[in-house]
């Protein structure tokens, strides 16, 4: 065996021996972070098993809540409807009367509106004669007011602004800003805020 053999053959055991241990380092390393994934997975499918059992169980997981007991003359589609989803739910077994709970628009503080990422803002009005309007002085009516912003909204002005009241709403995915107008919304419709005179 001469040098040159030699050289060859030291590095061919070198190249051999970096690539076993890349391949056995490479293994270790998958089957490390494929349990360190799977034990994620598994905590975060606890947490969210647990705050499912809080819903039909009708307590009290996180944001306010009221719940509706099951009607059997009003179907599921019915609530899904109200809810503002659009796909058709499986009609349930007469026998089961579960409790669905139901997210309730909330206030929020001044600080909070539009920092929920993936949440719409929307600014509305509500006048000196108990209307409340959109930006397109479009009237709510009083079932949209209800399961837009909540019955209640409109008694919060003052709690954090004086002319204003902050509404999250998780259902719809909106925060919506509700301004208080000293106008009647007759009055308002005729003379927009931007042409009054100061």
């Known amino acids: 065996m001469n040098i040159k053999d030699s050289k060859v053959s030291i590095f061919l055991a070198f190249a051999i021996g970096g690539a076993s241990g890349a391949l056995a380092a490479c293994q270790y390393f ?22 499912r059992a809080g819903l039909y169980n009708g307590k009290l997981v996180g944001k306010k809540r009221c719940s509706v007991p099951h009607d059997e003359k009003m179907a599921r589609t019915d609530y899904a409807k ?60 009083p079932e949209e007011i209800r399961t837009v912003i909540g019955s209640d909204a409109v008694n919060h002005f003052g709690e954090f602004e004086e002319d204003s009241v902050f509404i999250r709403n998780d259902l719809r995915k909106c925060d919506y800003e509700i301004l208080l107008d000293m106008r009647t919304f007759a009055d308002a419709v005729k003379m927009p805020p931007d042409t009054q005179e100061e």
């Open 82 to 141: 109200i809810l503002g989803y659009d796909t058709a739910a499986k009609d349930l077994n007469p026998s089961e009367k579960p409790v669905l709970s139901v997210y309730e628009p909330y206030v929020i503080a001044p600080e909070d509106f539009g920092n929920q990422e993936g949440y719409e803002e929307i600014t509305l009005f509500y006048y000196k004669d108990k209307k409340i309007a959109d930006e397109r002085d479009s009237l709510l009516t």
């Open 30 to 51: 998958k089957a490390k972070y494929k349990k360190i994934a799977n034990d994620e997975i598994a905590s975060v499918k606890e947490v969210l098993s647990k705050k």
